[in-house]
């Protein structure tokens, strides 16, 4: 099992990233982005179900990132739009086998998002 992720770089306030994540050797009934900034403890980004339909935000990323998926695929995005400054952090994309787990089993090797003000 594989989760790659990628999409990540250096763009202005205000501007767009998508990233993605392709996982491999199964299908997971939940994914999610995460990130993690230089000093701080990783932290939860959105989440979404295999349904496509049921997703999850933290708060300060509400209204301006969307996740989605592609079950044919096994594939899932994270487009990030009007993004921040402090947005800036090593993103990673997870997967959880059961969706009640509180744990997710396996994690991506993280992609950088630069946003320079």
């Known amino acids: 099992v594989q989760l790659q992720a990628s999409g990540g770089g250096l763009v202005q306030a205000g501007g767009s990233l998508r990233l993605s994540c392709a996982a491999s050797?199964?299908?997971?009934?939940?994914m999610g982005w995460f990130r993690q900034a230089p000093g701080k403890e990783r932290e939860f980004v959105a989440l979404?179900?295999?349904?496509?339909?049921?997703?999850s935000y933290a708060d300060s990323v509400k209204g301006r990132f969307t996740i989605s998926r592609d079950n044919a695929k096994n594939m899932v995005y994270l487009q990030m739009n009007s993004l921040k400054p402090e947005d800036t952090a090593v993103y990673f994309c997870a997967a959880k086998i059961d969706m009640y787990a509180s744990k997710y089993d396996y994690w991506g090797q993280g992609t950088q998002v630069t946003v320079s003000s």
């Open positions: 979404i179900r295999r349904s496509g339909v049921t997703t």
């Open positions: 050797g199964r299908s997971f009934s939940s």
